[in-house]
Structure formats: C-alpha cells, structure tokens
Nanobody
Framework: QVQLVESGGGLVQAGGSLRLSCAASGRTFSSYVMGWFRQAPGKEREFVARISRSGGATYYRDSVKGRFTISRDNAKNTVYLQMNSLKPEDTAHYYC??????????????????WGQGTQVTVSS
C-alpha cells in the first residue's frame, strides 16, 4: 500500500511555470508506475502524464506535450510534474496516482489503485 501527498499547486499567470510534487510513503515506491491526472470543475478527470517504474519511459496527453515534464526520484519516493508555458485551460485540481500492475491502459483513471488528495492549479489569463 502507498499513501500519496501532492504539493506545489497555486495561482500563476498564463505563460508561467509550476512544479508539482507527489511524496509517497512506503518502501516500495519504485515498484509503482506513477501518473498525474487533473479535473476541472464540471469535467471528467483526465490523464496528464505517466512515468514508468525506472523513469525511463514517459507518456503525455497531447495538449501538454512539450510543456509538461514528468519525472521521479525513487530515492526520495517522489514524482514531479514540471509545468511550463501554462495556459488558462490547464486550470484544474491535479492528482497523482500509483499503479502497481503497470497496466497498458495508463490513461484511464480506473487503472490506478492509489490516489492523493490533489493540489489546485489556477492559471489566470
């Protein structure tokens, strides 16, 4: 089992940057595939990015490619989401999630067994 705590959200102007962190408890963090999702008011939760157990493979939704970078530090039990060139449409509550099984359906929220409470990102125009 793993517990996840996100931090780093806030209010930023369009074009700005934020780095989200997700700290995980437990000694098996490196055994989990990690993902970031987001949910805006009135919308479905959507996939943002995913990183493999070693950090060697990453995947992104098309709208964030080239602007967001997911990374992880297994020694620190932490996964990050660096967000650059932020746009108002990036405004959402951002969640990190952990998947023990490494499902190929990494863009589906039901794939992930553990979730953090999320952190709010608001981008003003």
């Amino acid at each position: 089992q793993v517990q996840l705590v996100e931090s780093g959200g806030g209010l930023v102007q369009a074009g700005g940057s934020l780095r989200l962190s997700c700290a995980a408890s437990g000694r098996t963090f490196s055994s989990y595939v990690m993902g970031w999702f987001r949910q805006a008011p009135g919308k479905e939760r959507e996939f943002v990015a995913r990183i493999s157990r070693s950090g060697g493979a990453t995947y992104y939704r098309d709208s964030v490619k080239g602007r967001f970078t997911i990374s992880r530090d297994n020694a620190k039990n932490t996964v990050y989401l660096q967000m650059n060139s932020l746009k108002p449409e990036d405004t959402a509550h951002y969640y990190c999630a952990a998947d023990w099984f490494g499902s190929p359906r990494y863009d589906e929220s039901t794939t992930y067994q553990y979730w953090g409470q999320g952190t709010q990102v608001t981008v003003s125009s």
